[in-house]
């Protein structure tokens, strides 16, 4: 039952480019989660007309700073269910990726993922293993499926810090407007 309800899409909102391998997404589109591990609550948005940078704080930490621009942001957000009557115990990981506007068929492999700012973020209380990192190593694919289909198919590893999340495997539905 879950993963009937899992593969519904919340939201499916786009604008179809005039190449039939491409979209052009003008509006936040949600898309429920199939793959995501059953301590946790998983979500994959994206979000248009936005830009993404990463600052460092006075502590030498990067974090996201996201503003108004031209690009198209995808966000995979794994939060671990917390421990009841823990304080302190909540964990999230974090997958952000800077898109063109124009989405199409595109893979990358390892030193590539740099050039679409494809980064892995762990928030936790989890003293000097936490913040963002940029992803180095791995494979990050986009394809089409179907008409108004695209799948998210990433295999990750960070060095930096331990991760629960290593592989993205979703389906994202646009539905033309």
Do not use: H, W
Not at 40 to 62: A, R, V, Y
Not at 105 to 132: A, H, I, Q, S, V
Request: proline share 3%.
């Amino acid at each position: 039952m879950k993963y009937i309800f899992s593969i519904l899409v919340l939201l499916l909102t786009a604008c179809k480019s005039s190449q039939q391998s491409n979209y052009i997404v003008c509006n936040q589109t949600l898309s429920s989660i199939v793959n995501c591990p059953e301590n946790g609550i998983c979500s994959l948005e994206l979000i248009p007309n936005k830009s993404l940078e990463f600052k460092m704080d006075e502590f030498g930490n990067s974090y996201p700073v996201i503003t108004n621009g031209d690009m198209v942001i995808l966000k995979y957000t794994f939060k671990k269910k917390p421990v009841e009557n823990t304080q302190d115990s909540n964990y999230t990981e974090i997958v952000y990726a800077e898109l063109n506007k124009n989405i199409s068929e595109l893979t990358l492999k390892d030193n590539e993922l740099e050039t679409k700012k494809l980064y892995f973020g762990r928030l936790c209380y989890c003293k000097g293993e936490t913040g963002y990192y940029p992803i180095k190593k791995g494979e990050f694919k986009l394809t089409k499926e179907a008409k108004n289909t695209i799948k998210v198919d990433f295999k990750f590893t960070i060095k930096e810090v331990p991760q629960i999340i290593s592989t993205i495997n979703e389906f994202i539905s646009l539905k033309s407007n």
